[in-house]
Nanobody, 110 residues
Framework: QVQLVESGGGLVQPGGSLRLSCTASTSIRSYAMEWYRQAPGKQREWVAH???????NYVDSVKGRFTISRDDAKATVFLQMNSLRSEDTAVYYCHFLWNWGQGTQVTVSS
């Protein structure tokens, strides 16, 4: 299995920002990477996708607020989250091929 180590989650005020990172134990250069999230009582939801070319796609609810990026030399994918809302509260998961990170909790609350 590929190990995916996530960091950057935490508690943030509404309107605040967080930057999540996910570092893989193998090269990610040739592959797409994704972020998903799962809120309590909800199914896991796709959030963002970045192709090996750097092309990106986002779920409508985060467009204009979240940015996915990658650093292939560091085998790392990032999710910059700005203008956070309470409905962004969830466990965020990095997805790489058939592998998932452990999840990192993002809580948006005043």
């Amino acid at each position: 299995q590929v190990q995916l180590v996530e960091s950057g989650g935490g508690l943030v005020q509404p309107g605040g920002s967080l930057r999540l990172s996910c570092t893989a134990s193998t090269s990610i250069r040739s592959y797409a990477m994704e972020w998903y999230r799962q809120a309590p009582g909800k199914q896991r939801e796709w959030v963002a996708h970045i192709a090996s070319t750097g092309d990106t796609n986002y779920v409508d609810s985060v467009k204009g607020r979240f940015t996915i990026s990658r650093d292939d030399a560091k085998a790392t994918v990032f999710l910059q989250m700005n203008s956070l809302r309470s409905e962004d509260t969830a466990v965020y998961y990095c997805h790489f091929l058939w592998n998932w990170g452990q999840g990192t909790q993002v809580t948006v609350s005043s």
